[in-house]
């Protein structure tokens, strides 16, 4: 009875969330916009003081100067002097807008029953009248990989921008990937007081069936493709991209054999793109991973070690070691409450800045790095004349929690609402009790 009164208080919670306007998604850009005097971090590992930066049409038409740029050329001018501009930051391998609260079911939809489920697409779930979004746009993350969970494979991301009335309006891609959680080959057995590693005995067994589902839908691929009245097999269908190079393969994986296996498995089934997502072990194995063109979607920085042996400043220091290797990184989220943790991706790159990375190095392993790897970044994930507008202005650091505050906000030229149900809060108790207004 307990359990079901705790139900529907959660219910009755999320009901009263609705009370709360939800955000309008702003309208198409419909005039020209010059953003001037701020300090750019483009993305690309540059920096333009004193610069300046034109929008137009939902696209970046001016990169450059302050002093170069022809003010009379644009409806709108900005002033940024004393400001910071970045790209848009993204967050890979997220569950946003998949999940409001964890403990509602009915909030929940970032995972499937069954196995194997290349075909179950999660774009299509995103929610973008979540609550959760607008606390995550406030820090300047703009753009996401909708990204599914459970079984062996998940199923397949897309990538959205979290502005927009539904989920086909905010799509990026539909199909960037499909998401294989890679079986765990050994466990720690402890006893006597010593540790010993020794393999799992269903490991085989799991292998044979990743590799037999893999080899089907390669052997599927190489046939024709059906046509509209074809009898046609969604989840083979769902695979042929990984074949052709257009569909990149996601392996979840920490531990060295596993990313060792992967690796092999990748070059054995005849697969061009492959990532590891987690990627604990990743800087023991960077020799494979550069040559077989490998990249990692790093596991969340703010964590502790896997290990009680490791070093506890391990984590902040995986990004810099990738980086000194010259593998293809980026930051990600995933982990406990990680939808609502993605508001602090911008802080996991201040850290990883902190432990090695120059501050460059730490925006564009959430910017142009993570576009690259998700397959984006003709489009977006660096400051480039004719890519999108997609870019937010901080009025401090946006790698540091304590100053990063952004004053505007654009989607594809769109200027965004910087609002959240966080701050509507804040303002309604600071009023009730006469405290002044901080935010």
């Not at 971090?41 to 034109?54: E, F, N, R, S």
């Not at 002093?67 to 910071?84: F, K, L, T």
């Not at 506890?312 to 980086?323: H, N, W």
């Not at 902190?354 to 003709?378: F, H, K, M, P, W």
Request: charged letters at 25%.
């Amino acid at each position: 009875m307990k359990s079901l009164h705790y139900i529907l208080a959660l219910t009755s919670c999320l009901l009263t969330w609705g009370v709360f306007a939800q955000q309008t998604p702003a309208p198409e850009q419909s005039t020209s916009i010059l953003v001037m005097g701020g300090t750019a971090h483009l993305g690309t590992g540059d920096v333009l003081k004193d610069a300046a930066i034109g929008l137009r049409n939902g696209k970046i038409d001016f990169v450059g100067f302050a002093q170069d740029a022809d003010r009379a050329r644009y409806d709108e001018v900005i002033m940024a002097h004393g400001q910071h501009v970045y790209p848009g930051f993204i967050a890979p391998n997220s569950t946003l807008g998949l999940q409001e609260i964890g403990a509602v079911r009915a909030t929940r939809d970032d995972r499937e029953t069954g196995t194997f489920k290349p075909h179950v697409r999660s774009v299509i779930a995103f929610n973008t009248d979540s609550e959760v979004t607008p606390t995550v746009r406030t820090n300047g993350v703009l753009m996401g990989q909708i990204t599914p969970r459970g079984g062996t494979i998940s199923g397949s991301s897309g990538i959205v921008h979290f502005d927009g009335w539904n989920w086909e309006d905010a799509a990026i891609m539909m199909v960037d990937g499909i998401h294989l959680n890679w079986p765990r080959t050994h466990h720690r057995h402890r006893a006597d007081g010593t540790v010993d590693i020794k393999k799992l005995k269903t490991y085989d067994q799991e292998l044979q069936e990743i590799t037999h589902f893999f080899e089907s839908a390669q052997a599927y691929a190489q046939q024709p493709k059906r046509n509209a009245t074809s009898k046609k097999d969604l989840r083979q269908e769902a695979m042929r991209g990984l074949f052709d190079g257009s569909l990149r393969l996601y392996v979840h994986a920490d531990d060295i054999r596993q990313i060792t296996e992967a690796v092999h498995f990748k070059r054995a089934i005849g697969i061009s793109e492959l990532t590891i997502v987690g990627g604990y072990d990743a800087p023991l194995v960077a020799d494979l991973l550069r040559d077989n063109g490998v990249s990692v979607m790093v596991r969340r920085v703010h964590e502790l070690p896997r290990y009680a042996e490791d070093d506890v400043s391990l984590p902040f220091r995986i990004p810099k070691q990738l980086e000194d290797e010259g593998v293809l990184y980026c930051l990600q989220n995933a982990g406990d409450m990680e939808h609502m943790g993605t508001r602090n991706l911008p802080f996991y790159a201040g850290t990883a800045h902190a432990y090695g990375l120059t501050y460059e190095q730490a925006v564009r392993s959430v910017t142009l790095n993570a576009a690259r790897i998700l397959g984006i970044d003709d489009q977006c994930g660096s400051i480039e004349t004719g890519k999108d507008a997609t870019l937010f202005i901080s009025e401090g650091d946006a790698l540091d929690m304590m100053t990063n505050r952004l004053s505007h906000a654009f989607i594809q030229g769109r200027s965004i609402d910087l609002d959240n149900r966080q701050r509507e809060l804040y303002r309604k108790y600071q009023n009730k009790y006469g405290a002044p207004l901080l935010d």
